[in-house]
Antibody, heavy 118, light 108 residues
Framework: DVQLVESGGALVRPGGSLRLSCVGS????????MSWVRQAPGKGLEWVAN????????HYVDSVKGRFTISRDIATNSVFLQMNSLRAEDSALYYC???????????WGQGTLVTVSS | DIQMTQSPSSLSAFVGDRVTIICRAS??????LSWHQQLPGKAPKRLIY????LQSGVPSERFSGSGSETEFTLTIDNIQPEDFATYYC?????????FGQGTKVEIK
């Protein structure tokens, strides 16, 4: 079975940085793209970033471009989200998801909570 | 960016009812749409992909999806207590990927 486990969420001050991690099992990263999706408290889902199965193409929602970077490590089957210049509006539960070519976000982790506050 | 407009934003239904949720895309996205269920306090779970294909393990007698290009439908027949949740559509035709705003399905 596919399993995704996120970590790295924390309370951070505005302008600070955080690195989220997502370790996958039951599949290999070489064969799938991966996404990060966030959900602010009481709000809907917002797609944040994606890295393709080759690790060469990365895409971001406009609100995080230039501040967030998605990356991966094949050796540990992990995906990361480096978040810099954090703002209050970045506060959310961050999920990682495994993408499939025919239907995006096939599997989801349980999420890691990021709170940006002074 | 492709905008996904989901309706209604909420609805109430009796156990056993048929429920229909609609998602409209601001431009054609072929069949590049999935539906996700989120139970309270839980992570989302994909129910349907490629607009109409059922995820393994999802009850086929209750859940179905249809549509293409700009209009898509999620139908829940004979809705059961465990189906009361929030449902989201997601387009993966182009970046940035975008979700609908969600439909909260509550028990009447």
């Amino acid at each position: 079975d596919v399993q995704l486990v996120e970590s790295g969420g924390a309370l951070v001050r505005p302008g600070g940085s955080l690195r989220l991690s997502c370790v996958g099992s039951g599949f290999t990263l070489r064969e799938y793209g991966m996404s990060w999706v966030r959900q602010a408290p009481g709000k809907g889902l917002e797609w944040v970033a994606n890295i393709d199965l080759f690790g060469s193409e990365r895409h971001y929602v406009d609100s995080v471009k230039g501040r967030f970077t998605i990356s991966r490590d094949i050796a540990t089957n992990s995906v990361f989200l480096q978040m810099n210049s954090l703002r209050a509006e970045d506060s959310a539960l961050y999920y990682c998801a495994r993408d499939t070519p025919n239907g995006g976000a096939a599997d989801w982790g349980q999420g890691t909570l990021v709170t940006v506050s002074s | 960016d492709i905008q996904m407009t989901q309706s209604p934003s909420s609805l109430s239904a009796f156990v056993g009812d048929r429920v229909t949720i609609i998602c409209r895309a601001s431009q054609g996205i072929r069949h590049d749409l999935s539906w996700h269920q989120q139970l309270p306090g839980k992570a989302p779970k994909r129910l349907i992909y490629a607009a109409s294909k059922l995820q393994s393990g999802v009850p086929s007698e209750r859940f179905s999806g249809s549509g293409s290009e700009t209009e898509f439908t999620l139908t829940i027949d004979n809705i059961q207590p465990e189906d009361f949740a929030t449902y989201y559509c997601l387009q993966h035709n182009s970046y940035p990927r975008t979700f609908g705003q969600g439909t909260k399905v509550e028990i009447k």
